[in-house]
């Protein structure tokens, strides 16, 4: 198993020591540097930033939004990422959700499966620079009837094929993932519920396109904390994790609270949820089980965390990307030696 390191979203308060995280990360030998976008920073600025001042780390993006650019888009700015970074560039796609999407974008949220699928068609035929026509339902290229002509990208990526890979929750796009993609971005992965959430999904899809899991990279984020107090380490995250369960999304298409349901946290997910919606922030916060939020992150000494990491890897986990907690520079390079010598302690580290 491999560990990977996520910045967030530029912008969120500790910008000035993300290069020195990502430097340590590069140093440290962790495999790939993840950077967000929402409605704030974008990715790719960010990745540019990275890659240019790292040396073998990769650089992936989790993820850049589909109703934020046009396909052909996408793949010119990962065969730039690609070429400018030596070979280090990793693309994560996801739809976002409807708030996003329409609110931001202005792009209706309609058939989110079909319209990734067609998304990464036309972005793996434009990255291996074929001549790019496509006729779908989402789009059609060149556009008929006018002077479009089919062009070919450009630019040469340094890697024949640059792994795609795509976020994904619902069992729906966990099996198309599994199907379309080459790695799987996960949230609030438990180890003990990952087979049931996730796997078993992602499984079939492979299998609907006669592959095995072999090479296919699971890849969930999870937040890391280290000392010797689990339920105050919990409560640093409880803000996080209450946002997404019940905040991100409306209350009738809220991804990562059925996620949470899933789980077995029907009763509590529908409290948390109603609290954020009604503006209790706090309330949804304290509603928050901390068996959900100890199940899905990493706390306590370097032992225990190693404990953790054999469960995940046990759980067909093949890239742990670690979100590291602190405020300070110090505190969060701490946290990334910490995941080291914990891999290194589950005899895991590669």
Aim: proline share 5%.
């Amino acid at each position: 198993m491999r560990l990977g390191i996520n910045l967030g979203y530029w912008g969120a308060g500790m910008d000035a020591d993300n290069l020195a995280v990502a430097q340590e990360a590069d140093r440290l030998g962790y495999s790939v540097c993840w950077a967000a976008e929402a409605y704030g920073s974008d990715a790719p600025t960010v990745l540019s930033w990275v890659a240019a001042q790292t040396e073998r780390i990769d650089v992936g993006s989790a993820i850049f939004q589909i109703p934020a650019r046009t396909p052909a888009m996408t793949a010119m700015t990962a065969a730039t990422l690609d070429s400018l970074s030596g070979g280090r560039f990793r693309l994560g796609l996801g739809v976002s959700g409807p708030q996003v999407s329409e609110g931001w974008y202005g792009v209706t949220f309609d058939k989110p499966l079909a319209r990734t699928r067609e998304y990464v068609e036309i972005v793996r035929k434009a990255m291996s620079r074929e001549r790019l026509s496509h006729e779908g339902e989402h789009w059609t290229l060149p556009l008929p009837g006018g002077p479009g002509k089919a062009l070919k990208l450009t630019v040469h990526p340094v890697r024949e094929r640059i792994p795609l890979y795509i976020a994904a929750i619902g069992p729906k796009n966990l099996e198309q993932t599994g199907e379309i993609a080459d790695g799987a971005l996960l949230i609030f992965p438990s180890a003990a519920h990952l087979e049931d959430t996730a796997l078993r999904h992602i499984r079939a899809g492979r299998e609907k396109a006669g592959k095995t899991m072999e090479g296919f990279d699971v890849c969930p984020t999870v937040p890391l904390a280290v000392g010797e107090d689990i339920d105050a380490l919990a409560d640093i995250f409880r803000p996080y994790t209450a946002l997404y369960v019940g905040g991100m999304g409306s209350r009738s298409q809220n991804f990562y609270n059925r996620l949470a349901q899933r789980m077995g946290y029907e009763k509590e997910a529908a409290e948390v949820q109603d609290k954020y919606l009604s503006g209790d922030k706090d309330g949804a916060a304290a509603a928050i089980p901390r068996e959900l939020i100890d199940s899905t992150t990493l706390l306590g000494s370097v032992e225990r965390i190693a404990d953790r990491m054999q469960a995940y890897a046990a759980a067909g986990v093949t890239t742990l990307t670690l979100a590291p907690a602190g405020f300070t520079l110090d505190e969060r390079v701490a946290a990334l030696r910490a995941g080291v010598e914990a891999l290194e302690r589950a005899g895991l580290a590669q």
